[in-house]
């Protein structure tokens, strides 16, 4: 029992009170710590004017009235808001309306106000001290009206911030005092010190600060300074109103306040005064707080009510499954776990009817859920291990071992007695082992291949050993059958065949006369190769590109398959990978190598191309001129090669042909390196390109491989080579 | 005993609903006959309890204090017309709490208030299976509301005194001391006087204002608060037409309730 609010209502009430008390609780064990303190502060002024029902009700009640936990613990958020909208109707003070005497109201005023209190005033004069101000109303928890108690208070100049502009802070307010009849209203701070309280008290004397450090923590929000007569706190134009107006009662004021009829300013106001609504509040006996029981209350009853209609549904939803309706069944579930989120029964019912229907994550997460609410339900844990073993084998189907294992594990981990899930974890981890022998192995031939790849450039080196050695002797005849190749293509030019299988030869006698043209030039001076023939270019160009474009739609396929073959045949057996452009790269490199290598002549030369060969393509910026020259080259190179290689038993200066056999494969490496650059780009095309190089060119000079490659040659272009050779032949004859 | 007797009235609920609506506009006529001083000494008594029973359901159903009020409100009202005989009190009150829901816009779902209704007469017992049974049941809570709706001609939205009083504590407030406000539970104990006057007619017999001046000066006077007081008294301002004795008049009657409740449990 509170004893001061005791000592309080007694000393209010007198011995009446007092006697009724010593009656009413006189079981109280409280009651009797309390009652000789009481005894003494009980004066013998009886009220004379309080009913007894009052004082009987009091001393009844009075376990419940002075508890102090009848008292709210939660003091009522005291927040001031300056803010014009009112969530409740703020009411002028109440003495205002009830005609307090001046000295009573000073007194009061003097009583109450506080270190930390928010003021409003207006300033009277100007000192060099500080100024005066004439105190209106308190803002803040306190709300008084004091404009008409002449209570006024000193601001020191310490106490005024500088507002930085002047030396003088006061000359700030100077202005102020001037605009005075415009009224400039100050929020001032009462700061006085401990010492300066007392005199406040007695002497009436209050100090005032600016500074907002002074403010009670509650109120540190607050703006201290001028303010504009807007910005008054509304309790006190309320007032105001009042005054001028003295019919206007505190019941029509409320009446008529916007915030009185907001619906939630009971809330709000509970909220304030600290009062919790929805918990029993009562001074009742049989309403009081420990007689409501925790399950008696509606939302207790609900989740129980909730739970056993859930598991109602489970029970329909298990007969439904039992009788192979699995979409009621799946409903009734639903249903259930709509009632009571966390069912078990129904979380495990579903989970099994995912597992039958397949879908093993869902019931998985089904019975996880279900063991997380209760991590002992039997069937949940066999279930769960079930479902994971068989989704781990379902995994294991995917390859995703490592997965799968987890799951193994997982369901041993929690059925240590479940034989299915080890058995399977231990074939599992065999496999495992399996499959990292095999990775280890594959590692291994990765290896190989590498450096078979390596092997596969010696291998080339032999065959072009080959190739030179038959061009030496072919050299010889050279002569002659440059001269009858210029006239062909000379005649060819004239005549312009359009039909694709003509096409094909007719490229290759075009080449031709870009051969002899090479020829020359490379006679005159090794250094400037392949120069662009300056009077057949423009034919040139056109024809090809058509020419390209129809070998692109032939060759593709057939390219594929070739290099297929191909790399089949110059590596090793078992490389089960098309061949990507990078080994293709690689493969040329290493030729190039092996012809830098070959004589230092020739790298010069090689160096030579390879540099304008770059000019040529950085000046040819658009991807198809570089193509189309690039194509050009290729052609004329091949069909040269072809028929250097065609002519084996010709005699020729042998240095000559071989830097020409070095230019045409330089040319080669160039263009692949080129095609390489814009990979991205025209990629198929380009590897397009070079397969129909390398055909053209192995049809003509390995005989080993001719057979090979008529099975994968299309007829037209049997047909474009047989006519090649009888066009040879007939050359052979001239 | 009484437990008893209260749950075999639940149990008739729907058989009542049904003579009820039909005996709607004899109501009023058997009321009169009703004279008897023990008779309706008996009834506040049923009155009484019937109303701790919104109090008790309102609480466990987490309702706010205005809604309740609107309640016992509409209960009082509601037997202010019509008989004890041919109502079934609780069913009306089940439905005064449905409907107070709507009213103050607080929704309160059936379900709930027949659970936690069924859980006050059978205390301990499982939760009521929702069956045919329940459905009912439900139905019956429905019907009575349309009839009470009926009875009270669709006025069913009052002023309580809350506002009001909460507004005077502010204003009180201003007037007194900050730390003998903080020390002294004055808004406590004058909202439980509040809510606590629901328990009776004193709820609908007295101006709101009235209420809210009486629960604020009986707080006052039991923990010997004073207010300063000029030419008027405090409560002479906040409410003009009120003099000492009815206040006096009203301190007693709710002060009664206290009684009550020795009385009829």
Redesign the interface.
Known sequence: MDRDLLKQSVAFHGQTLFSLLKCEQSENPDFKHVTADLAKSVNQRDKEDDSPVVEQFIARKADLLFAPAWKSTTPGEEEWQEESQEPYAIMPPLEQFMDVSYNERRELFYRDVERGDVVIGRITSIRDFGFFVNLLCTAGGMERDVEDLEIMGLCPIRDVPSTGNHDDPLSYFHIGDLIREHIVWIYYLLSNTAGVKDIDRYHEKLTVSLYPTSLALNMERTKLGVISKEELPLHYTRGEQVTTDSRESYEMLLQSSLGFSNPSSVDYLLGMLGIGDTQSHSLMRGLQSKHFMEDDFASAIRKKQSASWALKCVKAGVNHFKSGRHVEAMNEYNKALEMDTNNVEALVARGALYATKGSLVKAISDFELALESCPTHRNAKKYLCQTLVERGGQLEEEEKLITAEGLYKKAIALDDTFHEAKEALRKLQMHIQKTLKLKAEEAAKEKEKQLTAETSAEKLRKILKEEKRMKKKRKRYDSTSETSSSSDSSSDDLSSRKKPKKRKHKRRRSSHSGKKHKQRVSSRDEEEHYPVPANTSASFINEKQTLIKLLDGENRAENRTLSHEKSREGRFEDDPFTRSPETEDRKVKGQNECFSGLNGRDKDTYRDRRRSEDEHSTQQESCRNARITSCRKDSSSSAYSETSRKSDSRDFDSRKSSSRTSDSRNSHSSDSRRSDSYKSGSHGRSEVREGNDRQISYSDVSKAWEGNQKKNVPTNLLDIFNQIAEFERERKKK | MLLKFQASRFCVHIQLTMQASRSAHVATGVENNVTAAGESSNETKTHFRVC?FI??TG????????PVATACSLYHKFFQTASLQVYEPYLVAMSCIYLAGKVE?QHLRT???I??CH??FR??S?????DEKFWELRDSVVQCELLILRQLNFHVSFEHP???L??Y????R??L??HAW????I???A???L??SY?GLVCVRHQP?HLAITALY?AL??????V???????W?????DITKAQI?AI??EL?Q??DM??KC?
């Open positions: 701790r109090i008790e609480v466990k159903l987490g309702m706010r204090s205005v816009e379900r709930d208030i659970n936690v859980r006050y205390p301990g499982d939760p009521l299976e929702l809350h506002k009001y909460l507004h504590l502010l204003s009180v201003s007037l001391n900050r903080s020390r002294t539970p808004a406590e104990t909202w439980a006087l809510k606590d328990h204002q009986l006077h039991t923990y010997g608060v004073k300063p007081a000029g030419e008027r008294e405090w002479q301002v906040l409410c003009e006096e301190l007693t002060l309730l206290y409740e020795a449990t």
